[in-house]
């Protein structure tokens, strides 16, 4: 089991930046594919960005290529959300996610994630 904590959510404008973090607990950090997803007020939760075990591999959703980069560091049980660039459409709660039985890839969809953070509130105002 892990426990996952988000943090590096805030009030930014638009065009600007900001690196959220997921702190993870347990010493087998590695061994989990890693997932970003976000839910704005009135929508359902949807994909935002995913990192193999590695982090060798990453993918992202249309919306958010080319501005936003995932990253890990398995040393630091840490992955990272750098988002650049932003908009007021990025505005939402954020959540990283933990799936353990994807080795290679990562995958996109929530139902593969067995353990969740409880959220960071991002804020990009216009």
């Not at 994909?47 to 995932?70: E, H, L, N």
């Not at 560091?73 to 750098?82: E, G, H, R, S």
Request: glycine share 10%; proline share 2%.
């Amino acid at each position: 089991q892990v426990q996952l904590v988000e943090s590096g959510g805030g009030l930014v404008q638009a065009g600007g930046s900001l690196r959220l973090s997921c702190a993870a607990s347990g010493r087998t950090f590695s061994r989990y594919a890693m997932g970003w997803f976000r839910q704005a007020p009135g929508k359902e939760r949807e994909f935002v960005a995913a990192i193999s075990r590695s982090g060798g591999r990453t993918y992202y959703a249309d919306s958010v290529k080319g501005r936003f980069t995932a990253s890990r560091d398995n040393a630091k049980n840490t992955v990272y959300l750098q988002m650049n660039s932003l908009k007021s459409e990025d505005t939402a709660v954020y959540y990283c996610a933990a799936d353990p039985d994807t080795h290679v890839s990562a995958s996109r969809n929530d139902r593969e994630y067995d353990y969740w953070g409880q959220g960071t509130q991002v804020t990009v105002s216009s």
